[in-house]
């Protein structure tokens, strides 16, 4: 089999220490999009409409969102009553509360109870909450996720560790437009009087997104 | 033919967001437009076309998806809904749980009301 790489001391057989394979060096032309990309984003510093430093920053911005935040909302829901409501009621306005800024989506709070379990997924393509939990892990973007949580969610829970029993109703939300989801998992029992950063503790990525529930002390 | 219907709580709150004139109300029994089979931007999934459910909550009202994808202004804003299924209406014999049930987004203009018989 022709092996070009024995130059690479590093590289036996192509697989990091770890098993997986290195990622290629990227030496073919840049795609189309890639030389658009490149184009307006030059274009738009040689006009003064943006800079290199608030492209810079906006990328910061984007990566600095992280489950936590999702996190913060939830232990707060857990710890007021009032703020429960508004989430409810109105999500986008509670997190601004909690000076997290939605933008122009609007989010949607979903309560999970004793009968019910609240799971998200988009099958168009992969709206997921951003601002509250950071970019997306791959699964949620793989067609195995977005085809099969609709037509067999408790299978696919089941995958994530998560057995309902039968008595617990799934409901699955679709995220098809201008909505994004988070899952107010139900608060565990053994936890009164904790503080909200104990709280937070105990909400993973995983339950906001309705594949996990809360860890219980 | 008998629908499995799911169960609606309306929410006790007012839609968060600006909305003008729905004709449809939570509660109501709608179903989805089967929709033509042709090509464009459409944010009504296959799965959902022609199946029938109840409206969970208005939305509100948002610039249309399916103007916003060629470039133009999405206006008017058309009124999005939530729309509650049964797995059992979605999937038939072989749903896993079929009083399970499925929310999406889907705009008016793609919803029809059913009336009772």
Known sequence: MPHDHHDHGHDPGGLS??????RKDQDHALTHWQRMEIAIRELLVE?????PVEIAAQVARMDARSPALGAQVVARAWSDPDYRARLLADGSGACREEGIEVDALKLVAVENTPDTHNVVVCTLCSCYPRMLLGLPPDWYKSRAY?????REPRAVLREFGLDLPDRVAVRVHDSTADMRYIVLPARPEGTEGWSRAALADLVSRDCMIGVAVPRTP | MTRALPQVTPPPFAPPCPVGTPCL???????????????GHVRTPWYLRGAVGRIERICGDFPNPEEL?????????RTLYRVRFAMAELWGARAERPEDTLDAEIFEPWLEPVHAS
């Open chain 1, 146 to 150: 977005r085809s099969r949580t609709v």
């Open chain 1, 17 to 22: 220490p770890s098993g997986h394979p290195y």
């Open chain 2, 25 to 39: 109300a939570p509660g109501d029994v709608v179903r989805v437009l089967p929709g033509g089979g042709g090509p």
């Open chain 1, 47 to 51: 006009r003064g409409l943006t800079t």
């Open chain 2, 69 to 77: 994808a060629y470039g133009r202004d999405g206006r008017p804003a």
